[in-house]
């Protein structure tokens, strides 16, 4: 009994951060949908893998992770 009341509790807050969590990717996405323009190239590319990455998870098409590395002192400094 314990146990279930404690995964219970445990599920709550879940749901709770949930709700959260996609309360500020709205407003960070309608941020961020209004200073594109002004971005570097690598913020611009960051912004663009996190907003692929999420809309995949929230509409269930998350894929493994491929251990894909960016070199990003090379899209910084123009590669020198």
């Known amino acids: 009994a314990i146990a279930t009341r ?3 509790r445990i599920a709550t807050r879940k749901k709770s951060l949930a709700v959260m ?3 500020i990717c709205e407003r960070s996405v309608r941020r961020a949908n209004k ?3 002004t971005a570097t190239y690598a913020q611009a ?3 663009a893998g996190i907003a692929a990455d999420k809309m995949m998870a929230l509409r269930g ?3 493994a992770d491929i251990g894909l590395t960016i070199n990003l002192l090379n899209v910084t400094n123009g590669g020198s």
């Open 61 to 63: 098409e998350r894929q």
């Open 21 to 23: 969590f996609e309360n």
């Open 35 to 37: 200073t594109v323009k």
């Open 45 to 47: 590319m960051v912004g």
């Open 6 to 8: 404690e995964a219970d």
